[in-house]
């Protein structure tokens, strides 16, 4: 690329980043790379050393008898070995892109069975084998185990955290790197995180401003074309350029988002409530059972027996009803919503009464 070129394309990113407005973003924050991604990684294997809290299953026990075979140690079929101290563990770690060999990685061991805990326990040898079936990395060191249980002969037991899962930083060492096809092409796939045919178009025309005309064509809601050098050295750079330019990202749609576990209700800011009129009441029943005694009249013969009794208290709160004016705003809908002091249940009532009646603009989401 000529120098020329290069200086303008600095030159107008440095005046994008300057003029760009308060509430754009980078387009890293907006995108990833098509091709470019991390992989998962799963092993299993030993975790030894631990003070008695290991496990007692038979594939643990299978497995050092394997282990102890590797290293020419039969192990006679009638013995049971004790498997206290010893725990089967799976390994499962994040490889990232571009990760060569010789690099470490982070890997998480967690418990298979029923050990008890492995804090002090140092993990043996353990592959890492991605989906194809390929080793790409090999585990091994001393965990770091965040809590601990205490147990009682009588089966009481206090724990903290989570003593059956433990972290090893930089307990994998790369073997293979994954292929890639960041330079298999003339062109590189931006893909939004949130797909959006305006943001696609933004990001597209912004490019375009600052590269050059035709450069990158937006091809749907998700993915921006971007026509790029091959050479690495030039793409690496032409994408340190792309990256940091600033693109306002579109206004996100019209969501009430209600999660029916926990009562969380997210209300986005273009929620628009058409001409309606609500009201919301709360019927309460309570009753009351007590016991009264039946005494006979002297001379009677009866006999004094337990009557019971119920007392019915009906209570309904006096809820005042509210106006929802055309195209009503969100701070608004807030406002009238605390007034008549509905709780999260009853909220989520009144939106779908609303989206039933048609008088909600916004999509009813329900997690």
Not at 315 to 335: A, C, T
């Amino acid at each position: 690329m000529h120098t020329k070129i290069q200086f303008k394309i600095i030159l107008n990113i440095l005046l994008v980043l300057i003029v760009s407005d308060v509430s754009a973003e980078r387009i890293k924050d907006l995108v990833s790379i098509a091709g470019v991604r991390s992989n998962q990684l799963l092993g299993y294997g030993l975790v030894v050393g631990l003070d008695g809290t290991g496990g007692k299953t038979q594939f643990a026990k299978q497995s050092l008898k394997n282990m102890l075979n590797r290293f020419g140690i039969t192990v006679p079929p009638n013995v049971n070995l004790q498997t206290k101290n010893i725990a089967a563990v799976a390994v499962h770690a994040t490889l990232p892109a571009f990760t060569k060999p010789g690099q470490s990685i982070d890997i998480t061991v967690s418990s298979l069975g029923d050990a008890k805990s492995l804090k002090g326990g140092s993990l043996l040898m353990t592959p890492l084998k991605g989906a194809d079936g390929n080793v790409y990395a090999v585990a091994q060191g001393n965990l770091v185990v965040g809590g601990f249980g205490v147990s009682g002969s009588d089966g009481s037991r206090v724990s903290v955290n989570v003593p059956s899962v433990g972290r090893i930083p930089n307990g994998a060492m790369v073997e293979r790197i994954v292929p890639n096809a960041f330079l298999k092409n003339n062109f590189i796939v931006l893909n939004l995180t949130t797909p959006d045919f305006t943001t696609a178009n933004r990001i597209s025309t912004s490019i375009n401003h600052v590269i050059g005309p035709g450069i990158a064509k937006p091809m749907d809601a998700t993915s921006i074309k971007v026509s790029s050098p091959k050479d690495a050295s030039q793409r690496v750079a032409f994408l340190s350029l792309l990256e940091n330019i600033n693109v306002v990202p579109a206004d996100a749609p019209a969501r009430i988002v209600v999660n029916s576990r926990t009562g969380t209700i997210v209300i986005g800011s273009h929620v628009r409530v058409m001409p309606a009129a609500v009201t919301h009441g709360s019927l309460t029943v309570t009753i009351t059972e007590t016991d009264q005694v039946s005494q006979p009249a002297p001379l009677s013969r009866g006999e004094t027996v337990v009557v019971p009794s119920s007392d019915i208290q009906i209570k309904q709160d006096n809820s005042r009803m509210f106006l929802f004016n055309p195209g009503v705003k969100l701070d608004e809908i807030v406002r009238a919503v605390n007034q008549v002091g509905a709780a999260p249940g009853d909220l989520v009532a009144i939106l779908e009464a609303l989206k039933q009646a048609g008088a909600l603009r916004a999509d009813l989401i329900v997690i």
